[in-house]
């Protein structure tokens, strides 16, 4: 880890009308350290994580991230023509559901490849090679290079969008619950993928999620958020051992005890 | 005086020829952009010309020449029909002779003829926008347009290679133009794209039902997209015209009976013939002297 920041957030907002999506949110997040969001739905995360990817455009507060060459700059003050190339080059950006983020009509290859040629890549040999390396990375076997997504599971589906995302080695990855919806041994596979993707790469990521159990695994620290509010921060052993809000406290006993 | 003199000169009336016309210049401006305008009814149906037509509609003159090709012909539906209609609403003169013309109106080819100096090229377009079928979604794609982001266009060049081994695009075959924005060059085959080239004549791109107009001005690259290790090719025909011996154009193959007979012949009726007049004969041609129908 580095002793510079690689994102500051602070005071950040959103309202739509007089309702609150999220509101006064503050935290630095460091290269290759993991941040969970936690909370019930409703509770603002997804807002916060389309604030911070600069889907939506927050109402307050600033998000300065560290560019590539060093300074730090207001996310929300980036041209369109910036933020996209951002989006598609220093970070990634994995959905719950791998259909918003791959393109379904198009072979395994071209997804990985897509951002490859996005950024000027014009040789379909190297193109190709990267893909295959990629899918060997992400467990999924070579000789489905050409199948499209629609044909895969969802667990391939998931590990395809995440090759996708990271095969131009991007700094910062946010994530919106990439386990749901799977069965809990696919779950667990994934969840050792991704965690040994992050270490290998150093990446940093923030992760959405309801499910205590993924944030326990992945990250390293956590944020509670209940009706827009962060509500409790801190090392994720102590906010899940040691839960000093009633609400975590709640939450964290909630959990179903096999 | 007949029942066509109430037509204004050229068909359309003449704040509509000036709308035209400033898409034009903007379009001639900004090589390879799609400039919207509104669109007038033409009396003929979308997909016959409507976008192709209302260019020469806006910019001929009494002194011009207008000719039509129809997939290369001269005969064939819209080629046979857009040039007598002009020469009724302009009384301006037809052709089928490239060299001559002055304005071509064209469905999906570029003729075989270099064209010089003056000349305009109109093409008839279906769909103008070249992402369509890889990003549905149109505020997006004039988003990419805008920013630049071509990325796309090169996945499905790598699908048709993941697929076929090669790039299988024939015709629309995306181009990049005055290295900015990326182009359909309408359905045309892409053994046409070199034409497109720094061509000395102007090239304007109509769509009648998508309301855009595009145009490439004279001595303007027009480059093809490929991949370093995949690059674009033209196609290649095994034998030369069956009527004038031509090689190096884009043969048509005709279906002669049904016992599998055939025989290619150039598309470009118009090259075909100044050929065979100056006494070139192929295979399965007869010298003009000789034939019943000359």
């Known amino acids: 880890m580095s002793d510079e920041a690689l994102l500051r957030v602070n005071g950040l907002g959103k309202s739509y009308g007089s309702r609150i999506g999220c509101t006064d949110v503050g935290f630095e997040l460091w290269p290759g350290e993991v941040l969970a969001i936690v909370g019930e739905s409703g509770s603002g995360k997804t807002t916060l994580l389309n604030c911070l990817s600069t889907a939506l455009d927050p109402t307050r507060g600033r998000a300065e991230y560290r560019m590539r060459d060093g300074a730090f700059r207001n996310l929300y003050d980036l041209g369109e023509a910036e933020r996209r190339f951002l989006m598609r080059t220093d970070w990634g950006f994995v959905h719950q559901n791998p259909a918003d983020g791959l393109r379904m009509t198009v072979s395994a290859g071209a997804n990985v490849g897509e951002r490859l040629m996005a950024v000027g890549e014009r040789h379909y040999g190297r193109i190709r090679a990267t893909a295959l390396d990629w899918l060997t990375r992400v467990e999924i076997a070579t000789d489905r290079i050409d199948d499209q997504p629609r044909a895969f599971s969802g667990g391939m589906r998931q590990r395809l969008q995440i090759a996708r995302n990271l095969v131009t080695n991007p700094r910062l990855v946010f994530m919106d619950e990439p386990t749901g919806g799977l069965d809990v041994s696919v779950q667990a596979r994934l969840l050792d993928l991704l965690r040994g993707l992050v270490a290998d790469l150093g990446l940093a990521v923030i992760i959405v999620t309801h499910d205590l159990a993924v944030a326990r695994l992945l990250s390293h620290r956590m944020m509670v958020m209940k009706e827009g509010r962060v509500i409790e921060a801190g090392l994720t052993d102590r906010v899940l051992d040691d839960p000093r809000e009633p609400y975590t406290q709640l939450l964290v006993s909630s959990i179903l005890q096999v | ?294």
């Open chain 2, 1 to 294: 005086m007949s029942a066509i003199a109430s037509y204004n000169f050229g068909y359309l009336d003449e704040q509509t020829k000036r709308m035209i016309r400033r898409a034009i210049l903007k379009a001639i401006a900004i090589p390879g952009y799609q400039v919207p305008l509104a669109s007038r009814e033409m009396p003929m149906p979308y997909g016959w010309g409507t976008g192709g037509g209302r260019g020469p509609a806006a910019i001929i003159g009494p002194a011009d020449v207008l000719k039509g090709i129809d997939q290369g012909a001269d005969d064939t539906p819209n080629a046979g029909s857009i040039p007598p209609f002009f020469a009724k609403v302009a009384r301006v003169e037809t052709t089928t002779r490239t060299a001559d013309a002055t304005i071509i109106q064209t469905r999906h080819r570029v003729p075989e003829e270099k064209l010089r100096a003056g000349q305009v090229l109109v093409y008839q377009v279906p769909i103008p926008e070249p992402l369509r079928f890889l990003e549905p979604r149109e505020t997006e794609t004039r988003k990419m347009h805008a920013l630049e982001e071509y990325g796309l266009m090169h996945v499905k060049l790598y699908e048709d290679i993941a697929r076929h081994g090669e790039i299988a695009t024939t015709y629309a075959y995306p181009v990049k133009v005055a290295g900015r924005y990326v182009m359909d060059p309408s359905p045309t085959p892409k053994f046409d794209n070199p034409k497109m080239h720094r061509s000395d004549a102007l090239q304007l791109f109509g769509a009648g039902r998508e309301k855009r107009i595009y145009a490439v001005p004279p001595h303007t690259d027009v480059v093809s997209l490929d991949f370093e290790d995949h690059p674009f090719e033209v196609q290649h025909f095994s034998e030369p015209c069956a009527l004038c011996g031509a090689e190096g154009v884009y043969l048509d193959e005709v279906v002669l009976d049904d016992r599998g007979g055939h025989m290619f012949v150039c598309s470009d009726t118009d090259h075909c013939e100044t050929r065979r007049a100056d006494g070139h004969v192929g295979a399965l041609g007869t010298s003009p002297m000789e034939s019943a129908d000359v």
